[in-house]
């Protein structure tokens, strides 16, 4: 896992004023989102992990607290440069282009010098305690998916996909999680701001999605939310 540099003073400080430029960038945007949100009894569950595919440290939704939450974020590219796979090849390659590096870096590990591919793992590392580190569950063509591991603030999967889908191009981010903790489940539950900068660091890596594509995003970001209420896991 990577390893902080700065020192506590230095990491904080660099948090606040990173958090600050989302924040005041999320709130000017004008780029239009589309939000929907539903409640569910039962929860739609991420894709099964593929036979062989090494499940230890894994932090699946079954071990997280509270509700799970299933989103999708699209963004429909028009004039797009670059294909869908092109498009996803450059996710594979470079995760961290698409990234807000005003709090997030990706550190590839020996994955650094080539496109990722499965069982690689990655940490999405954010100054303080808030290391994500994933395991790579698939790099195909047109789809990448990732599975939390132990240390993670949630408990589920990542995927991120690309189709063409004339005349547009394509781009989605859908997450499958659940809080890792019972201390993550009460801050993501009764602290909204948390879970706006989540989505708006989700938004932003769909605008540079569509940036990295060569086009523009053709209506703005749809972001579709289903949450199904869970009971809390017994040894929290």
Known sequence: MAQHSLSPPALVFRWLVGIGLVSWRYLWSTTPLHRTESHEPLPQLPPPFPPGFPT????????????MFHRLFRVRVAGAHKGAMALMGTVTADLGRLVPTEVV????????????RQGDEIVVDMPGPWNGPVRVVAAEPGRLQLATLAGHLEAGQIEFRAYDADPHLVFEVETWARPATLMVHLL??????????QLNM??????????????KPAGGVEIRTTVTPALLRQDS
Request: hydrophobic share 40%.
């Open 202 to 215: 989700w938004v932003r890596f769909c605008l540079a999605a569509a940036r990295a594509a060569g086009g």
């Open 105 to 116: 870096r990706v550190h590839k590990g020996d994955a650094s010098d080539r496109p990722l």
């Open 56 to 67: 230890e440290r894994v932090q699946s939704w079954e071990a997280g607290v509270g509700s």
């Open 188 to 197: 993501h539950s009764h602290l909204r701001l948390a879970k706006e900068i």
